[in-house]
């Protein structure tokens, strides 16, 4: 399986511990983590959750297999958009953690750093995780969920075809409040007949 796809802008790789410094100085950002139940993190918090899903991927690209769950880093396209690899500026990081009770279905999760935010990338990781889910991955199902105030979320899965599914009353309490939690969900034939919008989107 290859490791990056690129899209106009965005380069999305399988994340690797090198991607961890970038990943970890984001997510101690408060901003970044104003309506996430989690954080500001210490870096090892951060470490600690993604170094296992990151050596997932890489048993899995070792063995010829598929990864249980997927973790990408994204970072803007070299300039002139021929360049391989890594380069470009640090976007953020999108993933699909694999449901443990339900083959097929995963959880979507993206952060876009701050210095990012404005340019609609969220919104692209999002239509990214979707191709990928349902082209690459053989999806079924992708759950998505957002605290109630986190109004920039809630626009971006919707946007990308998410249904409203339930809201849990009070599930976070963190950082001294209570937050409702909003739950989407996404099934493969919610999908309109034909290649999506963007489907060409990413190569």
Request: hydrophobic share 40%; proline share 6%.
């Amino acid at each position: 399986m290859k490791t990056a796809w690129r899209s106009d802008r965005l380069v999305y790789s399988f994340c690797t511990r090198a991607d961890l410094p970038a990943i970890a100085a984001m997510l101690a950002k408060t901003a970044v983590c104003e309506w996430l139940f989690f954080g500001p993190n210490p870096p090892e918090v951060t470490h600690a959750y993604f170094e296992p899903l990151i050596d997932g991927m890489a048993e899995a690209q070792a063995g010829g297999t598929a990864p249980e769950s997927y973790v990408f880093t994204v970072r803007t396209r070299p300039s002139g958009g021929t360049g391989k690899g890594r380069e470009g500026a640090f976007i953020g990081q999108c993933a699909l953690v694999a449901d443990d009770f339900s083959e097929g279905a995963y959880l979507i999760g993206y952060q876009t750093d701050d210095a990012q935010w404005g340019k609609g990338y969220g919104t692209e990781m999002c239509r990214f995780l979707v191709w990928f889910a349902f082209t690459m991955a053989g999806a079924y199902r992708l759950n998505g969920d957002c605290a109630a105030g986190n109004i920039p979320s809630v626009k971006i899965m919707e946007g990308c075809g998410f249904v409203p599914e339930g809201r849990q009353r009070k599930y976070w309490h963190v950082r001294g409040g209570y937050h409702d939690r909003l739950l989407y969900g996404l099934l493969a034939e919610d999908l309109p007949a034909g290649p999506a919008p963007w489907q060409e989107l990413f190569s």
